[in-house]
Every structure is written in C-alpha cells, then in structure tokens.
C-alpha cells in the first residue's frame, strides 16, 4: 500500500482504498492480451494509468492531440516500461470529425478493443464553443467521450 493514505477512506470488500495505486491493484494481472486506449495518457492519471496497463502488458493506445505530445509520453513511458507496446494516434476529443477519424483508423489497423478509459476532460474553462459550435467542456468530456465509446469496437 501507498504510504500516503486518504484519512477518510477505508478499504472495501477487496481490500483497497482511494490511496491504493494502480500498481497494486493490478499486481499480479496478465494484461498482455488485452487492447486499451486511454484518453488524455499524455497527462497526469492517464499518464499513470496508461504506464500501469503498459507494465501488465497491455498494448495501449495513446490518443494525443498533436503527435508530438504523444510520442514524448510514449518516450517517457518506453523509458519506465521497457517492453511496453504503445501507439500513438493523433486526436482531439472536442472535435467530433478528429474522433471520428482517430476511430476509423484505430478500427482498421488494431484488433479488438477491449478496455476504454475515458479519462481526458477539460474543467471549469472559461465559456468557449469548439469547433462544432459546441460547448467546449461539455463537447470535450461528454459528446466525444460517447463518441470514441460508440465508434471503436
Ligand atoms: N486531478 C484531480 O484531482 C481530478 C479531480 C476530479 C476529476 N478529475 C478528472 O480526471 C481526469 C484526469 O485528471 P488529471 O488531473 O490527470 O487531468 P490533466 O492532468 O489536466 O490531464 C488532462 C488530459 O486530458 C487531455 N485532454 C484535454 N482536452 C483534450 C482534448 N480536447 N482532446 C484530447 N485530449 C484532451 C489532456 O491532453 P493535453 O496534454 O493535450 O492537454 C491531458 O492528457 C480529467 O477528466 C479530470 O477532469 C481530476
């Protein structure tokens, strides 16, 4: 267990809490079969979650929004995971076409998904309409979060 632990939580039926890591409560899972995009991987609990399937063995996908930002991650977690088998892809949530292409070309070129984190969101950003001429956090964390859900298989 972590040595920092949330003073209100207590563990549940399996044992863990809100201070456990992904790493515990993954030990001992084989993942190497498994298919994974997790958004917004090139940040914070994404970044974490994606470096966690990848050192189970899942192959992870990584949408980013430019290349660029998802190969330094990938770069990063390759250094951290060594055999990690990692994919970027270029894709902004807030744009329903870019969603739309990203799982068209996710569809055509890698087997079955098999887990979706939709973990990227944008919060209390000042009112902005995106691309579509959508809210910006409501298009970014809501309509394309749907959309990856509906479009990958
Ligand atoms: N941390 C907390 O305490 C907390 C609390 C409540 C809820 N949450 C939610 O938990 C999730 C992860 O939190 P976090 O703290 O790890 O967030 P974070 O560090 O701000 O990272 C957000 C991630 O979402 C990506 N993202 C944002 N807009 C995007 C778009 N239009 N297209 C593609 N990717 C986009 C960012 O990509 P870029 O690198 O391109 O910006 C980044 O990878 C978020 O949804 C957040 O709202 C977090």
Request: glycine share 10%; with cysteine; hydrophobic share 40%.
């Amino acid at each position: 267990m972590g040595l920092w632990r949330w003073p209100w939580t207590r563990p549940g039926p399996s044992g863990f809490d809100g201070g456990s890591t992904a790493e515990e409560v993954t030990a001992g899972v084989d993942a190497s079969h498994l298919t994974a995009i997790v958004t917004g991987a090139t940040n914070g609990i994404g970044k974490e979650t994606a470096r966690v399937l990848a050192l189970r063995g899942a192959k992870v996908i990584i949408p980013a929004r430019t290349l660029e930002s998802g190969l330094k991650v990938k770069e990063s977690l390759a250094d951290q995971v060594p055999e990690s088998k990692l994919h970027v892809m270029e894709m902004d949530l807030s744009s329903l076409s870019s969603v739309r292409s990203f799982a068209e070309s996710f569809n055509s070129s890698h087997e079955h998904l098999n887990i979706l984190i939709n973990n990227a969101g944008i919060m209390a950003c000042p009112f902005q309409l995106s691309k579509d001429g959508i809210e910006l956090q409501f298009a970014t964390n809501h309509l394309g979060e749907y959309d990856i859900d509906h479009s990958c298989q």
